[in-house]
């Protein structure tokens, strides 16, 4: 009898253990089967102690989820088709794990380990498809192309609100967009043409630099060639009067007669 209950005790314990909530969960508590909606579902915390008929623990992981949803192919306004590989990451709102078990309770949420997987299959990973097809749309192919980062951030915009009223919040996304192979191979070509008419731009640069150097170093070698020209002389000429230390007389205004040194 004794035997017996200790083991009654033990498996109250057991039960009682099993009915806490775990670190950085949130912990709903349904009673009445839920037969009353969102009423019957609230958060708590620590341990429930032992969960009678009608009543259930569940558990929301309040930490970072990693999700990577497969391949969209999605379509510009002008029919320019992309194929996009996005990769999230996000979390529970601390404070409404009551709503998400309440409005998820139908994709499997009994197991804490495989909630947010059900989440994602049956709920998020459709508001990111749908985001994607649909903000591309806005843009032309080229668009698209060179706007990059405006696409993104358009989807990132969208999808923040999405998840906030699915109850999450969107930390990061990437995109991973890539244009078809034809659009790839002529983007490609268009860049090389581009460098190479650069690398042609700039040997042209240099060439032109290089004529107006030997220009310059032309002219200088010719003015410095030309120092027996009349007016090199003419200005050699007074200058030498103009320094020297010999009586200088002038005769006809040019010749001049230079006696010894005085």
């Known amino acids: 009898m004794k035997n017996t209950l200790k083991l009654m005790i033990l498996s109250v314990v057991a039960l009682s253990a099993c009915n806490r909530v775990q670190p950085n969960y949130e912990g709903v508590l349904m009673k009445n089967y839920g037969r009353e909606g969102r009423g019957d579902f609230s958060v708590v915390t620590g341990s429930q102690g032992l969960l009678g008929p009608g009543t259930e623990l569940y558990q929301v992981p309040m930490f970072e989820q990693k ?3 497969t391949e969209v ?8 088709v992309f194929t996009v590989d996005p990769s999230l990451t996000y979390q529970a709102i601390r ?57 993104e951030q358009s989807v990132e915009m969208r999808l923040k609100k999405d998840f906030e009223n699915k109850f999450f919040t969107l930390t990061a996304l990437t995109s991973g967009l ?53 007016r090199v002389l003419q200005e050699q000429w007074i200058e030498a009067i103009r320094t020297t230390q010999n009586k200088v007389i002038i005769t006809d205004g040019r010749t001049p007669i230079i006696l010894g040194q005085q």
């Open 67 to 69: 999700a990577d949803p």
């Open 73 to 80: 192919v999605i379509t510009a306004k002008d029919a320019g």
């Open 95 to 151: 404070g409404k794990g009551a709503d998400i078990i309440f409005n998820y309770k139908h994709v499997g949420i009994d197991d804490a380990n495989t909630i947010m997987d059900n989440i994602e299959s049956a709920v998020l990973n459709a508001l990111v498809v749908n985001a994607y097809r649909e903000e591309a749309r806005n843009f032309s192919t080229d668009s698209l192309m060179n706007n990059l980062n405006n696409f």
């Open 178 to 230: 890539k244009p078809p192979a034809s659009m790839a191979e002529a983007i490609e070509r268009r860049n090389n043409a581009k460098q190479q008419a650069e690398q042609v731009r700039n040997e042209l640069e240099v060439a032109r630099m290089n004529l107006e150097k030997a220009k310059i170093e032309a002219e200088a070698n010719r003015v410095k060639a030309s120092g027996l020209e009349p």
